[in-house]
């Protein structure tokens, strides 16, 4: 692109070329009269100076008069000197010199003044791109300072305020991209014009499927995308509990709508925030189940209490044998309530936030003893053996008292779902982490459906086996928590009518 600087000393070069050509050809006309002019007045006053000396002379009138003649030919012979090409050569070398030398003066004078104009102009495009970092020389002699000034000013301002722009503009994409619901904004005509990661991961969609697509073509379950729909035809907020389901699992969503709206209330789309409250929908499900259960195994105890005690109170107290087996009934019930309630104030107190265990260097070995001595009446009861493989050197770093009530309800356990005559496997070893106990029984087993739902509270694989054994259906839910208090992890594996696996990892103990 041609600068102003250029294009001004190019008009100017012609302005200069055609004033001087034209002046040449004035010059060229007016010249030759103006020296015909000037040598007949010369030829005149020679000719007349001539004729007086000729008068002073002796000679006569008519040699006088011939003399005259014979001069004036002469001078008139030579007037075609004035055509010579000379004069026009002189001309144009004068006035090409005159317009070189204008030209240079010109682009002199251009090149002060109009070169700023050009950087002014080349900043203003910059600017204009968004190059926001350009600057405008400031020179005092050109006479452009002042806007030079304002131009430099007018591009700080746009820089900062395109700083601000990003610094807000990434401050918001990343709370967009970190925040824990899920989000998606749709155009006025069904396009996808934000999403976030959230809404990816909990859809399961890849960024690739979404961006720029008409939201009934990514695959969006029929729920949400009724629920879409819903927002379009009312163009107005809506807030609406959703329901998916993704194989066996089901997913609640509480999912907010709203139109958005920009200026002079034009309508561009709608904007969607989804919250997963999957696990608030499983604690109060576990919550109302809890609260069944505790009534539920608090009423069995204290019915049999109230009845038999009443029996008693009506008359049964004459008959020494009602009487003490009445009295033994009561008495187990309330060891079985006090069992109970011990279960659930344990369990409370191992689920409070910020629970914590003492923790010391503990042979595993010693904490299996414990166990074994605890259940060595159930064992007898059954007829059943315990078999141990263990490793004396494995020490964990755990809390003895805790540790044996895991041990103690995991081998309870065992034993309670065993036939009678069969036996029950312990063993102890250690790998780089963790220092493992392995408790493996013969009992009934359990089916993969119910696996994960074995440290719930009140949960029974067998309710009829446990409730008659004695248990409180507490005694996983409380081993998971206090092995969780130790930073450690339990596995189970299980095959229904061959029996169960419980494994234990507890942090190994630093020697």
Known sequence: MKTFQSRILRTYSILIGVILAGLGIVL???????????????????????????ETTELTKEEQMKINQMITSDFK???????????????????LAAFLLALFLGASIFKKYAQPIDHLTETAMELARGNYRIRAFEDDFSGMSK??????????????????????KERLKTLIENMGSALIMIDRNGLITIVNRSFLQQLQISIENVDGKLFRKIGLPEKIEDFIDKLFLTESSSREQIQIKRGLHT??????????????????GIVVVMHDITELIKLEQIRKDFVA??????????????????????????????????????HKESNRLQMLINDLLDLSKVEQVGYEVSLKKVRLTDILERGLEMTSH?????????????DDSVHVLGDMNRLIQIMMNLLANAITYSPENTTVHVNIFKNEQYGIFQIQD??????????????????????????????TGLGLAIVKHLVEAHHGLIKVESEVGEGTTFTVYIPIAKS
């Open 28 to 54: 060229g006309q007016l010249f030759p009269i103006f020296v015909d002019h000037s040598a007949n007045k010369m030829v005149d006053s020679r000719v007349e100076s001539v004729s007086t000396y000729l």
């Open 77 to 95: 012979g030579h007037e075609n000197l004035v055509e010579d090409h000379s004069l026009w050569l002189f001309l144009f070398f004068t006035l």
């Open 147 to 168: 806007l030079s000034n304002s131009l430099n000013i007018l591009a700080r301002n746009l820089h900062d305020i395109s700083v601000m722009r990003e610094t807000e």
């Open 251 to 268: 997913y609640y969503m509480d999912a907010y709508g709203a139109p958005v709206i920009g200026e002079h209330g034009r309508w561009l």
């Open 293 to 330: 259960n505790v009534s539920h195994e608090l009423k069995t105890p204290v019915t049999s209490i109230k009845g038999f005690s009443e029996t008693l109170l009506f008359g049964a107290y004459k008959n020494e044998e009602t009487l003490l087996s009445f009295l033994e009934i009561i």
């Open 378 to 390: 159930l064992v007898e009861e059954k007829n059943m053996e315990i078999e141990t493989t263990v």
């Open 442 to 471: 013969e009992g009934i087993g359990i089916s993969k459906s119910e696996i994960n739902r074995i440290f719930e509270r009140f949960y029974r694989v067998d309710r009829a086996r446990s409730r008659n054994s004695g248990g």
